[in-house]
């Protein structure tokens, strides 16, 4: 670990009052603002994410929001998902790739309206993009990062704890659509989505002012549910195979390399900026993929650079996110692999900082 | 301070392995890459470099390189800088701004031919700005982030090193331009620039695998000149005035409110993607601006939100930097302050987390 020198340029948010009062150890800086990663310890805060609730700051998956006229041309145009059946009140994962099909970034997008969308980004600044292709096609949008600062309540009694500060018809909001439910006097935007696999909820908290109440609110009304504050857990999202854009997939990938293939209507994503380079890859598949990859032996550091992933002497891959899963018995991993080496129970060899480790190819990721 | 997570997606450089050696204590993360800021103590940090000279990983200031016939014609569009007098190794200052003059970047440019441009960013992803664009205008260019790397060499011995390891001809070197100067069989673009007012070059490594020999042999060739490893020194940077992209200025404001006015050439810039919203203000000049402001009492602590200025019960501006000045002996800072308390000699209040401070508007920087 390193010490983080604080500044204005990595942001506070409307809940760091909150964070810091729960005792958090440890932060990273995503889209230019700090995102609490660790309260006790990675392990324990693991545990608990499975077995409790948990409150996250995650204000750093900042909005673009796009309005007007042209906002959903706009929208299509950065995204190979189909569009056309998405309504209001649904959420989509995106992902929004440049002209060559690289991945720029792979938010949720919530349709507000039919001329209101926010973008909820990954650790991109994805709002240039946005704002450039708008200006150089003269579109009637505008674009911009609202004040909107997500909250996430994740953890197997996620439905009790929101039932008892939003009110029982919050536990009827489905996977991936959201509502409005009332909060000190506003209305607020409330999905089921969130970056962990223990099931929860993503409040779009629109103005800071709200954030202190909030948060109180929901530590107070969880008490006897053992709720916390945590954060994206490195442990629990290699086991959901929840990929975290800039460590597994970058600019240089295609979404089908990512496995994000089934969120790709190339062939009918009229007007997306990638879909002509995406064509063939559409059709052929890609020639390496993300892959889960199981290493044997004792905890594995973090993965600060790609670990090169070996058949021999031949380099086949490489692992960009590691972790011990204590569930598992195993370090957990997320690697990208080239198709000659891809089948479940293929054995690779993993170049980690502390020496070569035998690893296994996974037919799925574990949760 | 707090600790920091670090992940593949906070990117090392070549040159990490030996910040590591050199006993760094502190980072920051500046474009998804780890930017060294403290070694042995702000304070001490900040006395060597205005006194020795010292070897910076800015790495961070990753390049946008810009290729192709319409290369100089997309570079005058993210400018209010009039580009047409400028040759082939020169590297200008340049406000980049959006169609509403907003400021999306600060980076210098670096002009290697007139169709081959890099420019090197502060914290923001300009490369999704500059391909948004070229892509929308169909301009007949590449975009994209090469693998190059800045080392700066910042202090008054800087001479003295860089003609040890580059030879006596770097001393000739005009501030802001660049030369071709060999190391380890290859040509590098090394330019008279850097991020202090102490003097000293920016070396633009081309190739990660050059970083540790030319690190260690600055290192090696500094010895009887007391070089050690450093980096943006916060104290130093606010003496000489040198802003901070996403610290004291953002998209909300103008190139005139940062009092970089001297870098536009509105009337002339044509081309620019902000002309037309800059105009008026060329003209008639901002209702704020960024002023020098010293503040009594004891050392304040560092800056992690904006700071209210106050003129009696009337906010009347914003610190967005500030540091304890050993040499000064004064709290120094930078402040956007609206033009009704702007003129040098101003006493107004800041309202730090400490409590109050007294302060007074100065007529220029320290350095």
Known sequence: MAQLSLSRRLRRTPFTEGVLAAGVTGYTVYNHMLL?????????DYHHL???????????QRQVEVRGPDAGRLVQMLTPRDLRGMLPGQCYYMPIVDETGGMLNDPVVVKLTEDRWWISIADSDLLYWVKGIAYGYR???????????????????????????????????????????????????????????????????????LGMPLWSALIEAGRALDVRAGGPNLIERIESGLLSYGNDMTDDNTPHECGLGRFCNTATAIGCIGRD???RVAKEGPVQQIRPLAMSGAPVPAVEEFWPVMAGHRKVGRVSSAAFSPDFGVNVSIAMIRMTHWDAGATLTVMTPDGPREAVVKEKFWN
Do not use: H
């Open 139 to 209: 579109l009637d949008v505008l674009v911009d990062e609202p004040d909107v600062s997500p909250l996430a309540v994740q953890g197997p009694r996620a439905d009790d704890l929101m039932a008892e500060v939003f009110g029982d018809s919050v536990r009827d909001l489905r996977f991936f659509r959201f509502g409005l439910f009332g909060f000190g006097g506003r209305q607020l935007v409330v999905a089921r989505s969130g970056y962990s696999k223990q099931g929860g909820y993503e409040i779009y908290l629109e103005g800071g002012d």
């Open 277 to 279: 380079a995406l064509l």
């Open 50 to 60: 499975k077995s409790a609730v948990q409150v996250w700051d995650v204000s750093c």
């Open 36 to 44: 609490p990663t660790v309260f006790r310890s990675v392990e324990e």
